[in-house]
């Protein structure tokens, strides 16, 4: 009889229920089996729990919800080489085929011929992932702490392709978790960061990390307020980290001549945004978009993540147990705190 595992399956709209489900098995030799200890809820878990994102399969959720978990080996393919119970892990679930068009350029992100399927786990108690997409967790990191290896990989994609430069001063709209990380990327690269945010909670844990300046976006006007603070001129960078049309149209204003905006947030369901070309021509700017990441990335991601540059601990304002897992996402709903983790084991 096939051993089982608590698992949350998605039925429909704000419909999560936990159920048991077969422990995954290894399926190929470079595979490895993994308890898994952490996962943080992703902008896309919210989008498929709400309604408003592309599902992949029929509901019940043909894979379990959840990509941004943390583990340890449980049990190694016959072609494994270097890992073994016990270690520490946390998966990258792009896997990439390594040889297409995309591939090709480093383009990873962009991949023809990915296999997400191959990394099995998130919102349950087992995973299974190939040993090429895993990365050691560092001793001083927890597997709370780890999670934030994929979005923070994203971010790094993002602020890269935002163009900040020493000295520069960078708009980031919007402080969840997203924000925050980018607001810490900013600094590392030598910005003067100012957040645009309406939750008072989130503009003082943007203070905390180290944004130079906070403005409330509910009671005052942001764009005379950038304009005041950077003599008139706008940033030169500015990144819309929440998927909300109005805040794309409102970048455009904040951006200074040559400068970059970054449409990092999906927005969904999907829309159109009239905006004015004459903006763009005149002002030289340059807007641009960033998806997911690479290999590379997620490498960064976990090195800045061990040594402190980017400080994740103080965005995981709630972790519950995967038995509250519906209290967990309704959090991210109300957008009750920053980032809620759900402990699987």
Same mark, same amino acid.
């Not at 978009?289 to 590379?296: E, W």
């Given at each position: ?74 049990? +190694? ?92 001063? +960078? ?23 100012? +957040? ?150």
């Amino acid at each position: 009889m096939d051993k089982m595992m608590r698992a949350a399956q998605l039925y429909g709209v704000r419909d999560l229920r936990i159920e048991n489900v077969p422990v995954p098995s290894i399926a190929a030799p470079d595979e490895v089996l993994l308890r898994i200890h952490a996962c943080g809820i992703c902008p896309s878990d919210m989008r498929s729990y709400m309604g408003s994102g592309k599902r992949m399969g029929q509901l019940p959720h043909a894979q379990i919800p959840g990509h941004e978990w943390a583990g340890e080996v449980v049990d +190694v393919g016959a072609a494994v080489q270097g890992l073994r119970p016990g270690d520490r892990v946390v998966p990258s679930w792009r896997v990439t085929c390594g040889h297409c068009y995309y591939c090709g350029q480093g383009l990873f992100n962009y991949c023809e011929q990915p296999s997400h399927v191959r990394v099995r786990g998130g919102f349950c108690e087992y995973g299974v992932a190939p040993a090429s997409c895993l990365y050691r967790i560092p001793d001083n990191v927890s597997y709370e702490e780890a999670t934030f290896s994929e979005p923070l990989a994203c971010c790094i994609n993002g602020i890269h392709m935002s163009n900040v430069r020493l000295g520069d001063d +960078v708009v980031v709209i919007g402080a969840g978790p997203i924000g925050l990380l980018h607001l810490q990327l900013a600094r590392l690269l030598g910005a003067r960061v100012i +957040v645009s945010e309406p939750i008072a909670a989130r503009r003082a844990m943007a203070r905390q990390l180290g944004a130079h300046v906070t403005i409330d976006s509910a009671s005052e006007d942001v764009q005379a307020r950038v304009q005041e603070l950077t003599d008139g001129r706008g940033a030169q960078a500015v990144i819309v980290a929440v998927g909300v049309p109005q805040a794309v149209l409102q970048a455009l204003q904040l951006a200074d001549i040559h400068g970059t905006i970054n449409c990092f947030a999906g927005i969904y369901p999907q829309t159109e945004v009239l905006l004015d070309p004459n903006l763009i021509h005149y002002k030289q700017l340059v807007i641009t978009g960033s998806h997911d990441y690479t290999p590379h990335h997620f490498r960064i991601a976990i090195k800045l993540i061990q040594h402190g540059m980017v400080q994740v601990a103080p965005l995981i304002t709630h972790v519950l147990p995967l038995e509250r897992i519906t209290e967990a996402f309704e959090l991210v709903v109300e957008k009750k705190g920053a980032k809620v983790v759900v402990k699987t084991n």
